[in-house]
């Protein structure tokens, strides 16, 4: 099982910048993807950012240029950090992991989740 905790969210004017942290713990093996996604009200769960385990990180069309995506893997933590913020950047932010069993079965986890506002 795999835990991940979210922490950083708030309120903050359009323009302005937030940095959401996620700490994962618990076993940790053959990790396929480790990222964020956001759920807005009324609107279905999207992609913000993810690193795959091809190497590549991959952004959202929406926050590219203006959010970045980081790791510590001694820590086990991944942040995203995000400048300009837009009022359509207002979303519970979602940290997410997948792994790949021995059996090369997929398991997603997820964080509790974290509520960005981006409002004046």
């Known amino acids: 099982q795999v835990q991940l905790v979210e922490s950083g969210g708030g309120l903050v004017q359009p323009g302005g910048s937030l940095r959401l942290s996620c700490a994962a713990s618990?076993?940790?093996?053959?990790?396929?993807?480790l990222g964020w996604y956001r759920q807005a009200p009324g609107k279905q769960r999207e992609l913000v950012a993810v690193?795959?385990?091809?190497?590549?990180?991959n952004y959202a069309n929406s926050v590219k240029g203006r959010f970045t995506m980081s790791r510590d893997n001694a820590k086990n933590t991944v942040a995203l950090q995000m400048n300009s913020l837009k009022s359509e950047d207002t979303a519970v932010y979602y940290c997410h992991m997948q792994t790949i069993d021995t059996r090369y079965f997929r398991h997603d986890y997820w964080g509790q989740g974290t509520q960005v506002t981006v409002s004046s």
């Open positions: 618990g076993s940790i093996f053959s990790m396929n993807a």
């Open positions: 690193f795959t385990s091809g190497g590549s990180t």
